[in-house]
């Protein structure tokens, strides 16, 4: 089966780092999604991880390690406006259409 | 400005009664996709178009139909809405090529109550 991992909610101090956890089993891989999402809101996209490794933009890194099925999303100089849910997702490969799998999704809970 | 919009944004509406919820995108994208958010359960997909004319069951397609007529738009019709259909509905879109990242764009929501 298809499996994705993430913790449902963690707590962080606002000027503080804070890393999210996502482990997957699936079929096929052909990228992995970081997307952001305020609740009630679409979920925005933050960054894609193809290859081994640590990508960073800004305030928010992300790292792959595809032997692992690992992934984690790092938010550094954490601010207010970072309260959200954190999903991550797999693409699936050409034959699966591109499919995208989807975690639950982790809830980051910034306190002053 | 790049967009996907879906229409209504919101909707009460009985058992049984036809619905319709419309999504548009300016951004020629060949994919486009429905999903349904309940809490705790995350993104489930419920149909998804890989062009014009071709359509494909997720994993939530029961009750649901689609149709891909044009390469902006991909309606999602309930025939007949029950309760258990209340949930925030998202349209997305996304390019299949042009190179990386491939991210899905997201309409901003659908949120259909049934009664």
């Known amino acids: 089966g298809q499996n994705i991992d993430q913790p449902t909610e963690m707590t962080a101090t606002e000027g503080a780092i804070v890393q999210i956890n996502c482990t997957y089993q699936?079929?096929?891989?052909?990228?992995l999604f970081w997307y952001q999402q305020h609740a009630g809101e679409a979920p925005t996209f933050l960054s894609y991880?193809?290859l081994d490794g640590l990508e960073e933009k800004g305030r928010f890194s992300s790292f792959l390690s595809r032997s692992k099925g690992y992934s984690y999303l790092l938010l550094k100089e954490l601010q207010m406006k970072d309260s959200a849910s954190y999903l991550c997702?797999?693409?699936?490969?050409?034959?699966?259409?591109?499919?995208?799998?989807w975690g639950a999704g982790t809830k980051l809970i910034i306190k002053p | 400005e790049a967009q996907v919009t879906q229409n209504p944004r919101y909707l009460i509406t009985v058992t049984g009664k036809k619905l319709t919820v419309t999504c548009s995108q300016n951004?020629?994208?060949?994919?486009m996709s429905w999903y349904r958010q309940d809490p705790g359960l995350g993104l489930r997909q419920i149909y998804y178009?890989?062009?014009?004319?071709?359509?494909d069951k997720g994993d939530v397609p029961e009750g649901y139909k689609v149709s891909r007529k044009e390469k902006r738009n991909f309606p999602l019709i309930l025939e007949s809405p029950s309760p258990n259909q209340t949930s925030l509905y998202f349209c997305?879109?996304?390019?299949?090529?042009?190179?990386?990242?491939?991210?899905?764009?997201f309409g901003p929501g659908t949120r259909l109550t049934v009664t």
């Open positions: 997305a879109s996304s390019s299949l090529g042009g190179g990386p990242p491939y991210e899905q764009y």
């Open positions: 951004m020629n994208h060949e994919y």
């Open positions: 178009s890989m062009n014009v004319e071709v359509t």
């Open positions: 699936t079929s096929g891989f052909n990228g």
């Open positions: 991880n193809v």
């Open positions: 997702a797999v693409r699936a490969p050409r034959q699966s259409n591109y499919q995208l799998i």
